[in-house]
């Protein structure tokens, strides 16, 4: 079956300009995740949502970083106002529940961020 | 979340045991181990988890130490297929939904 995919796979961008990175998860899961990862470094986790709400925010760099998740299933990460540190690529995953009992991860390919 | 240490890098010939250690001496008893892999410009992969008893499943073998503060995950027969990078990673089996990476062991699998 399909597994989560990210878009746009590569993205270039000017300091000061807004991008927004799009997440589909599994068909089913309801629980996603973001992270990003710096060159060299495992990902950092960003935020994640259970169902609709944002669960855990705390990755969140700043306030110049949100995500979305308005119908429980698609996501997007958006970044205001970029900055060249905020270069790295951006994984989001998915998984079919989060309480109770683990459940793995299931990682996209992730979208390579560049800010000139 | 528990820290845990790997060594940065290792090699192992190809159709040989990849035997990779961490140490995970902080661990708490409600704190499960786990390992994920990624592979060259692709997203993190869930290979096996384990509380403190051994874990086999179609990709590896989990040992835990008794004390349970290190691990070791087992490839039986490496492929080329397996050089990617093995982050350890320690965390309770439920809430803290989040996965805290380290910078992993980076495993070359030699022709």
């Known amino acids: 079956g399909a597994g989560v995919s990210q878009t746009p796979s590569n993205k270039v961008t000017e300091k000061g300009k807004y991008v927004e990175l799009r997440c589909d998860p599994i068909?089913?899961?309801?629980?996603l995740y973001w992270y990003r990862q710096s060159l060299g470094q495992g990902p950092e986790f960003l935020i994640y949502?259970?169902?609709?709400?944002?669960?855990?925010d705390s990755g969140l760099p700043n306030d110049r970083f949100f995500a979305v998740r308005p119908e429980g299933s698609v996501s997007t990460l958006k970044i205001q106002r970029t900055e060249r540190g905020d270069s790295a690529v951006y994984l989001c995953?998915?998984?079919?529940?989060?309480?109770?009992?683990?459940?793995?991860?299931?990682f996209g390919p992730g979208t390579r961020l560049t800010v000139l | 979340d528990a820290k845990t240490t790997q060594p940065t890098s290792m090699d192992c010939a190809e159709g040989r045991a990849a035997n990779l250690p961490c140490n995970h001496s902080?661990?708490?008893?409600?704190?499960?181990v786990y390992w994920y892999r990624q592979i060259h410009s692709q997203g993190p992969q869930y290979i096996i988890h384990g509380l403190k008893n051994n874990e086999t499943n179609e990709m590896a073998s989990l040992i835990i130490t008794e004390d349970r503060k290190s691990s070791t995950l087992i490839l039986p027969h490496a492929t080329l297929r397996d050089t990617a990078v093995y982050y350890c990673i320690v965390r309770p089996n439920f809430g803290n939904e989040k996965l805290t990476f380290g910078t992993g062991t980076r495993l070359t699998i030699i022709p």
């Open positions: 995953a998915s998984s079919l529940k989060a309480a109770g009992s683990y459940n793995e991860q299931f």
């Open positions: 902080t661990i708490s008893g409600n704190e499960y």
């Open positions: 068909s089913g899961h309801t629980a």
């Open positions: 949502f259970q169902g609709t709400g944002a669960a855990d």
